[in-house]
């Protein structure tokens, strides 16, 4: 069974920086999509950022292009979010969630875990 986890929220000022973390187990990061979304109060769920193996690039909501970064570490098969000049309307639960292959797949909803979310708290 696949199992992802989210560790990393905090509380920081606008213009800040957090660093998200997803660790998987169950299987590896060769073998699914592991992407990030989140969820602020009375809104609905968006897709941040989400890659693969098998993508050439990753994915970014716009909204968050060239303010934050996904990346891997195989050998301790997990996903970061390196999130910079963070602002108020970034402020939400995040969440790590896989999907299998391809972020095509994630895109697509295709879930297959999440983690239970951690907080992410910007002040202005």
């Known amino acids: 069974e696949v199992q992802v986890a989210e560790s990393g929220g905090g509380l920081v000022q606008s213009g800040g920086s957090l660093t998200l973390s997803c660790t998987i187990s169950?299987?590896?990061?060769?073998?699914?999509?592991i992407g990030w979304l989140r969820q602020a109060p009375g809104k609905g769920r968006e897709r941040v950022s989400c890659?693969?193996?098998?993508?050439?690039?990753?994915y970014y909501e716009e909204t968050v292009k060239g303010r934050f970064t996904i990346s891997s570490d195989k050998a301790k098969n997990a996903v970061y979010l390196q999130m910079n000049n963070l602002k108020p309307e970034d402020t939400a639960v995040y969440y790590c969630s896989a999907a299998n292959h391809d972020c095509l797949s994630w895109l697509g909803t295709m879930y297959t875990a999440w983690g239970q979310g951690t907080q992410v708290t910007v002040s202005s």
């Open positions: 169950g299987t590896t990061f060769d073998d699914v999509a």
């Open positions: 890659m693969s193996t098998k993508d050439i690039s990753p």
